[in-house]
């Protein structure tokens, strides 16, 4: 019992981190109907500009996990100006190779910068445990729950509630009317991938204690997010976090109680029945299609 | 100017519209026969590597070109096809039985992969599409008494009917080659009958196709299974050439690559299907000259510019730092993508025919002729 709840917990925490790239995902795709590909080298990216203030520049924690997000809000802007802003309203098929080139751009020269080895970043959760019984959670996987909680409450509110989440939910079903009515669609589209970007950083951030930085962990993982994605329904916001904490209990599970080998396929294989049996995931919603 | 004018209805259908075509390609065909005693070993080597890439390419082009339905997972219909022929050559099976046999088989995975993705579409298929080429990769690895798990599978040389056919010699391109025509004969072929008019006619709109009294699931299944049936020919010729096949090589990288390939080359002809071959195959030669000649050639270009000897080394220096940087190769793979998706969206081949009607229309060439358009809103996206 007690090994199946430490499994649950670390699954819920490697789960969080999927569904935070999950978010970004989301966020991205609710505003333009585009999906990212490159959300886990942005990711890459945010954790090593956080290496770079806090790591090689000695900054504050805090002051160089916040450096890394405005930063990275600005790569985000400047990644959509010059890759996506210029095919939007092609076919999805074109944007998601123009974000898989991306990605692998990002990935390349993020490994001539800053080399080929695994970066660490010290954090003020990196040591410390929490006892609670005979369970201990370990306090860095702790506060990547607790951030993705906090995330995905601040982006459910701010969706539902602002002016700006109702204008990007706006522009993502209809751009031209959306564009009528008044909305400036560049620039929410502009934001909605710096808050993309900046989602990222944070899951960088969060993650680099567990699994460390380097130029590939955005591939796996990012990879790892889309089953979360979808199970979530792409385009829900608690979706991404509810799939993501799915994805990654069941991933867990697998590794302790399946044979070797399951743990990097179970993802998948719940991916491939949730597209099969309820392709419109947990929370999402049901297109009707125009002729 | 050649002007066409059609006088029967076989007009919209000839493989050869004109005499033109059967000159052009002719002499294609010549130089491609006598290019094993021409080119340099390496050369050769690559060409073989092109032919099989152009193979996957025009699978691939039937599938996500004409068919509209995008696939990440091609590398995993390779593996089928080149494991099969691995397997089956350990009990000494005859070349044509297991290259057929891998065919088929790939087919029939193609189809079974076909009836899930008959309800998805487009973001969502190719998600489904990289899970199913992860699956088939950790299978591989897994399976030891079949693939023999991680450490991989050597292939003895192939024998076609009693003759050795090693894998760097003239035969083997030249029955690569064969394999690659015939694939490309037996597409254009395809496109020509019902069945290649039904998958265009699903890519363009598939609720005006399925109002037209087309079978959408039954041909989107055909797709799926022609296309990997094709890939898997090709993956018997993959593991030929390579000789040693093992489960990293099918990653997803690989089937990026092949996508890469047709978006290259143009996704809407079975000519950017080779154009994209040749160019994917070719980047590794390239950047080869380029670590290794490219240092000098600027420095040259620096000392004549009125660049002290001093100054001219250590550019050639800085250059050779600069082309030997570990992962430059990714990262021109990148910029190639994003600068063929910004502003070639039709690929090589689509170059080629604005350059043709550039000159054919002389004065009166318009960029608005190959305009793409927008869309911007949701309902009409999906259909």
Not at chain 1, 24 to 51: H, I, P, R, S, W
Request: glycine share 10%.
């Amino acid at each position: 019992m007690l090994d199946f709840v430490q499994q649950l917990v670390s699954g819920i925490a490697l789960g969080c981190v999927y569904g935070l790239i999950a978010l970004g995902f989301v966020l991205v795709y609710k505003a333009t109907e585009v999906v990212n590909f490159a959300q886990g080298d942005l990711m890459m990216l945010g954790g090593f500009f956080a290496f770079t203030f806090i790591g090689m520049m000695g900054l504050n924690y805090w002051v160089g996990f916040a450096g890394a997000v405005a930063a990275m809000a600005l790569f985000g802007m400047l990644a959509e100006r010059i890759v996506v802003r210029p095919i939007l309203g092609y076919p999805q098929f074109s944007i998601i190779m123009a974000t898989i080139g991306l990605g692998y751009f990002l990935r390349s020269v993020a490994g001539m910068i800053w080399g080929t080895d695994d970066l660490k970043i010290e954090t003020p959760f990196s040591q410390g445990v929490l006892r609670i019984g005979a369970l201990v959670l370990a306090y860095d996987k702790l506060s990547v729950i607790a951030a993705t909680v906090i995330l995905c409450t601040l982006f459910y509110l701010f969706f539902n509630k602002t002016t700006l989440g109702t204008a990007m939910r706006a522009s993502s079903e209809n751009m031209l009317a959306a564009y009528y009515m008044g909305i400036p669609v560049k620039r929410v589209v502009s934001i909605v991938w710096a808050i993309s970007a900046a989602v990222a950083t944070c899951a960088g951030v969060l993650l680099a204690p567990i699994t460390f930085i380097h130029s590939n962990v955005g591939l796996v993982l990012g990879l790892k997010a889309f089953p979360a994605a979808v199970l979530g329904g792409f385009g829900s916001i608690p979706g991404a976090v509810v799939g993501g904490v799915l994805i990654g209990v069941i991933e867990s599970m697998a590794g302790f109680y399946l044979p070797e080998g399951w743990k990097d396929v179970a993802p998948y294989v719940v991916l491939l029945a949730v597209l099969l049996l309820k392709p419109e995931g947990l929370f999402g919603l049901h297109v009707r299609k125009k002729v | 100017m050649r002007f066409l004018f059609k006088t029967d209805y076989d007009d919209d259908i000839r493989l050869f519209p004109h005499s033109g075509y059967v000159v052009s390609y002719g002499l294609l065909i010549a130089v491609l026969l006598i290019a094993p005693y021409v080119l340099s070993s390496y050369l050769m080597s690559q060409l073989v590597f092109v032919c099989i890439y152009a193979t996957v390419g025009v699978a691939l082009l039937i599938l996500t070109g004409f068919t509209g339905q995008a696939s990440l997972g091609h590398a995993a219909f390779l593996a089928i096809g080149a494991y099969t022929a691995a397997y089956l050559q350990k009990y000494n099976v005859p070349f044509p039985v297991y290259f057929l046999a891998a065919g088929l088989l790939t087919g029939l995975i193609g189809a079974l992969v076909g009836f899930p993705a008959l309800r998805l579409q487009g973001i969502y298929l190719v998600i489904a599409t990289i899970s199913f080429a992860f699956i088939v990769e950790e299978i591989l690895a897994r399976w030891e008494s079949v693939t023999n798990g991680n450490e991989g599978m050597r292939i003895k040389t192939l024998s076609l009917l009693g003759v050795a056919v090693p894998r760097d010699s003239p035969a083997f391109y030249f029955l690569c080659l064969a394999v690659l025509v015939l694939t490309i004969v037996g597409t254009l072929n395809l496109l020509r009958s019902p069945t290649g008019r039904a998958f265009v006619a699903i890519r363009d709109s598939e609720t005006a196709a399925r109002s037209m009294g087309v079978n959408v699931a039954l041909y989107k299944v055909k797709s799926f299974a022609i296309s990997a049936a094709i890939t898997g020919f090709a993956g018997v010729l993959f593991a030929h050439k390579l000789s040693f096949i093992s489960p990293e090589m099918f990653t997803l990288q690989l089937s990026i690559e092949f996508i890469i390939v047709i978006l290259i080359g143009g996704t809407f002809s079975l000519h950017g299907a080779v154009l994209g071959a040749i160019f994917i195959v070719m980047i590794d030669p390239f950047l080869t000259y380029l670590k290794d000649d490219m240092p000098g050639i600027i420095a040259g270009v620096a000392a004549t510019f009125g660049a002290g000897a001093e100054a001219a080394a250590n550019v050639q220096a800085k250059v050779a730092a600069f082309a030997s940087l570990n992962g430059l190769k990714g990262a021109i793979y990148g910029v190639i993508i994003v600068l063929f998706v910004l502003f070639e969206p039709l690929g090589l081949y689509g170059r080629w025919l604005k350059i043709k009607l550039f000159f054919q229309l002389f004065p009166l060439y318009k960029r608005a002729t190959f305009k793409r358009q927008k869309i911007y809103v949701k309902s009409e996206r999906n259909r």
